[in-house]
């Protein structure tokens, strides 16, 4: 007995290809997923007159003082009904790393507000898209003018995007490696702020470019001479021979906002 048509019509077969969510979801369509996650950003950045920018990145755990201070109490209390656990005296310790580097938040701020006073609308500033630092940079463009972009990814945690990004101008990833590229590609410098393996990653993807000649030489900036001290010893690599001396030289390490945006202004002769 043949079917009816209507029923031919709700065959899973019979949407639209491009129309089929469920089609797009499949292994094998894996290709065409990251070639629309390519497109798209390129299509709206591109809407938007967007052809330089300078990509901030730093820890989405490192908050405002206020906040960081809430943290450390809480950790306190906490501690208080269990003195003797390890994992409480950890949390604790980790709360005051926290908010040690919490004078950073303002740093990121204020840098972008830098960037706009200084730059106008020629550089947009670009983060990841979530809290902490990445909010800071993002908020101190947007509060003062300057375009604002974020490019948030799928994660557990931190996936939301922070509320100081332009409209339109707020992207959702699914694979790192698209949103690594339209993170670089337009950069015109780099500006780290103190971050954990998120922002490490980032970090040495960029330098890795820059040494293998993938990436045309840019101001790479980290910013926080106490932590990147201490948690990178460019001159160790450099002793074992693994890297060439002029490439960490090309690597400004600065303290502040101000600091940070002499190194971008002298690089592209912007006064």
């Known amino acids: 007995m043949n079917k009816k048509i209507e029923d031919i019509?709700?065959?899973?077969?019979?949407?639209?290809?491009?129309?089929?969510?469920?089609?797009?979801?499949?292994?094998?369509?894996?290709?065409v997923r990251i070639e629309l996650e390519v497109l798209k950003p390129e299509i709206y950045l591109r809407h938007f007159g967007i052809k330089e920018t300078i990509v901030c990145f730093g820890s989405a755990r490192v908050r405002e003082e206020h906040e960081a201070k809430a943290q450390v109490k809480e950790a306190e209390k906490e501690l208080a009904k269990h003195p003797k656990d390890a994992a409480?005296?950890?949390?604790?310790?980790?709360?005051?790393?926290?908010?040690?580097?919490?004078?950073?938040?303002?740093?990121?701020?204020?840098?972008?507000k830098l960037v706009v006073k200084h730059a106008g609308d020629r550089f947009a500033i670009v983060t990841g898209g979530g809290p902490g630092l990445m909010e800071a940079a993002n908020r101190g463009a947007y509060e003062n003018g300057g375009r604002?972009?974020?490019?948030?990814?799928?994660?557990?945690?931190?996936?939301?995007?922070n509320p100081y990004i332009s409209h339109n101008l707020a992207f959702l990833f699914h694979y790192f490696a698209m949103r690594k590229l339209h993170l670089v590609m337009r950069a015109q410098a780099i500006v780290v702020f103190p971050g954990g393996f998120g922002t490490f990653d980032e970090l040495f993807e960029i330098l890795t470019l820059l040494q293998t000649g993938k990436k045309s030489k840019i101001p790479v900036v980290l910013v926080g001479k106490e932590f990147w001290n201490k948690v990178i010893n460019l001159d160790a690599i450099i002793s074992?021979?693994?890297?060439?001396?002029?490439?960490?030289?090309?690597?400004?390490?600065?303290?502040?906002a101000e600091e940070a945006w002499v190194e971008v202004a002298k690089f592209y002769k912007i006064k």
């Open 240 to 256: 074992y021979g693994l890297i060439d001396p002029q490439n960490a030289r090309d690597i400004k390490l600065v303290e502040t």
């Open 88 to 112: 409480l005296k950890l949390n604790l310790e980790m709360a005051k790393g926290r908010l040690k580097l919490s004078r950073y938040y303002e740093e990121a701020r204020r840098f972008s």
């Open 9 to 31: 019509e709700h065959d899973l077969s019979y949407i639209k290809a491009y129309e089929d969510i469920d089609l797009l979801k499949k292994e094998d369509l894996r290709p």
């Open 148 to 161: 604002s972009i974020g490019m948030n990814i799928t994660l557990p945690h931190e996936q939301r995007p």
